[in-house]
T-cell receptor, first 117, second 113 residues
Framework: DGGITQSPKYLFRKEGQNVTLSCEQNLNHDAMYWYRQDPGQGLRLIYYSQIVNDFQKGDIAEGYSVSREKKESFPLTVTSAQKNPTAFYLC????????????????FGDGTRLSIL | KQEVTQIPAALSVPEGENLVLNCSFT??????LQWFRQDPGKGLTSLLLIQSSQREQTSGRLNASLDKSSGRSTLYIAASQPGDSATYLCAVKLAGPGNQFYFGTGTSLTVIP
């Protein structure tokens, strides 16, 4: 089945530690996104990537880093510089808006819940 | 910057009732608007996507409308069922370069049997 797989489902971070969240998709989508969801707030965009080896900062990129070495994969690293990392992290993908693929919906993974030890 | 608001934040209705969820956005230059459903601890499931040139979209008991000029969208759920209980979010994509979506804070719906 085609879809987006996020792992792990739960993750704990110690002080000063970097952790990496995995996101893999087999939908052949060009664009991939990372969002952070906090209680009472909407999803906020951390980073997005429209093609391999290229990515753009979203509204809350500080303390996070990403890479896009393969079309299928878009891992997110939460660095020690992110002082409030506890949140629900969601990965999404979509076909790129190129006119022909316009108005394609976003598809989401099941999320990773990150907590501080 | 695009601001997306959803009112009410929470809603409880008895089973069988028809209901309307609201979504408003500040920048009317949107490319499309998407409605999602989120169950507790889960990711988002796409329900309906309305292109900027469309007025509404329907899927089963769901109907979404879009009024770009007033910056509003509604999601109408007919004959609500307990299984409809979830958080509903709307997201807009701005026209122009970039591929960023802006999300509302969601409406938490409880359908009481």
């Amino acid at each position: 089945d085609g879809g987006i797989t996020q792992s792990p489902k739960y993750l704990f971070r110690k002080e000063g530690q970097n952790v990496t969240l995995s996101c893999e998709q087999n939908l052949n989508h060009d664009a991939m996104y990372w969002y952070r969801q906090d209680p009472g707030q909407g999803l906020r965009l951390i980073y997005y990537s429209q093609i391999v080896n290229d990515f753009q900062k979203g509204d809350i990129a500080e303390g996070y880093s990403v890479s896009r070495e393969k079309k299928e994969s878009f891992p997110l690293t939460v660095t020690s510089a992110q002082k409030n990392p506890t949140a629900f992290y969601l990965c999404a993908s979509s076909l790129l808006d190129r006119g022909t693929y316009s108005n394609q919906p976003q598809h989401f993974g099941d999320g990773t819940r990150l907590s501080i030890l | 910057k695009q601001e997306v608001t959803q009112i009410p934040a929470a809603l409880s209705v008895p089973e069988g009732e028809n209901l309307v969820l609201n979504c408003s956005f500040t920048d009317s230059a949107i490319y499309n608007l998407q409605w999602f459903r989120q169950d507790p601890g889960k990711g988002l499931t796409s329900l309906l996507l309305i292109q900027s040139s469309q007025r509404e979209q329907t899927s089963g008991r769901l109907n979404a409308s879009l009024d770009k000029s007033s910056g509003r969208s509604t999601l109408y759920i007919a004959a609500s069922q307990p299984g409809d209980s979830a958080t509903y979010l709307c997201a807009v994509k701005l026209a122009g370069p970039g591929n960023q979506f802006y999300f509302g804070t969601g409406t938490s719906l409880t359908v009481i049997p």
